[in-house]
């Protein structure tokens, strides 16, 4: 099988999987999404270790790494079910709710003690040669691979989060299928950038193009079947080819910094996880930075409009 058949097969297998998990994503209280976006996280983060370490020159602290990967989830996991319809859970979970409501910004506590906890133990346990990338890749490591990934949750308690999600990880998506084929068909041009020497301008073009004639088509049938879904939630057309054209833009650099911490590390793919993808970061590495935008800018949409 060829590699872009892989890519399809893979790509495809993994998008009835979201599909599922979206579909059935309140069902109960949407832990099996949460443990699917954990699975991607922690090998995302793994993924990240692996390509900056460099020994005796400094290597992240991977427990505490994968612990507070893991703790950001919990908390942006936390964040959603305040947001929903809690009334079925177990008594202790609804205790821990009630706590957790209590506390304002809850991320920036859990960074600040990521920060003293790898700090701390890196200065005492860890040789001082090299302690400023031990304690700065572990420390990015988690905020890189693994809250963007969480910040679904943030997307799905909006209250038209699906239409969100899909909007967002449609013109993410569409963008690299657009490019990757525009480039191998049409790329003649090279865009120059020493981080990606192979990409050229008539592919970035056709991803743009191609991105937004799939997401037009998405919300068009979207409101087809969906009428009732809330407008705050729903761009124009003129506004939506302009957020289209930005996500694009947006997802061409969360490649471009994938790219150029595999070019530092002098590898080609992240991992070789899932096939014709290579890893998780060479799947999501755009959508690290897409999701972060498309909920602000839905969630600030929503309070203006």
Known sequence: ????????????????????????????????????????ALLGVEEFYRLTDKGLDGRPIRGIGFAFAFLFLVVLYLDYLTGIDASSLPDFVLSILSIFEQVHNPIVPVLLLF??????????????????????????????????LGMVFSILSLDAGIFVFVYIAMATIMTDVGA???????????????????????????????????????????????????????????????????????????????SALKRDARIKDSSSTIPGHGGVLDLVDAMLFTFPFGFYYFYIRAMIV
């Open 1 to 40: 099988m060829s590699e872009t058949a892989k890519r399809i097969v893979s790509g495809l297998s993994i998008a009835v999987v979201v599909i599922l998990a979206l579909y059935f994503y309140q069902f109960a209280a949407g832990l099996h999404a949460f443990f699917l976006i954990a699975a991607f």
């Open 115 to 148: 920060l003293i906890v790898a700090s701390s133990y890196s200065m005492v346990y860890r040789p001082l040669d090299g302690t400023a990338h031990t304690i700065t890749s572990t420390i990015v490591g988690p905020i890189y691979a693994a809250l963007p």
């Open 180 to 258: 990757y084929f525009a480039g191998r068909w049409f790329g003649k041009h090279n865009a120059g950038l020493k981080v990606s020497p192979k990409k050229t301008y008539e592919g970035y073009i056709g991803g743009i193009i191609f991105a937004n004639i799939c997401v037009q088509a998405y919300v068009y049938f979207w409101l087809d079947f969906f009428p009732d879904t809330n407008p705050a939630y729903v761009p124009g057309w003129v506004e939506s080819v302009l957020l289209t054209v930005v996500l694009s833009f947006i997802s061409v650099f969360g490649d471009l910094v994938e």
